[in-house]
């Protein structure tokens, strides 16, 4: 599956980014993920379905503050994420718009990790 792009209300949700316009590598080691290859291992868990992520961006900068991962087992999809610090309301909100997602457009039944 292509990624899918999702309006969280406050909160823009994307796939993950490190290219000539966005790099969300920064604010990803900033929440303590500094593997070079994880933008990358992101967008091939989309191609093959295993895990579904999103960058949970502040919509005027695109400033990632939050991610939220969705791995579909059968008919199940469990739901986790993290947060930089003071971004809680971000991760929930967006946790939310993903959950819905998930039981509307994939049929999935979620559980939080």
């Not at 290219?19 to 994880?38: F, K, S």
């Amino acid at each position: 599956m292509d990624p899918i792009e999702i309006n969280a209300g406050g909160w823009y949700l994307r796939a993950l980014r490190a290219d000539e316009r966005v790099d969300d590598r920064p604010a990803l080691a900033d929440g303590g993920i500094t593997d070079p290859g994880y933008v990358g291992l992101r967008a091939s868990q989309w191609a093959e379905n295993s895990v579904y992520s999103w960058a949970v961006c502040q919509p005027n900068t695109g400033e990632l503050l939050a991610e939220v991962l969705l791995t579909p087992e059968g008919s199940t999809g469990i739901l986790s994420g993290w947060a930089r610090a003071g971004h809680d309301e971000a991760l929930a909100t967006a946790s939310a718009a993903v959950t819905r997602f998930a039981e509307g457009a994939l049929e999935l039944t979620v559980t939080h990790a």
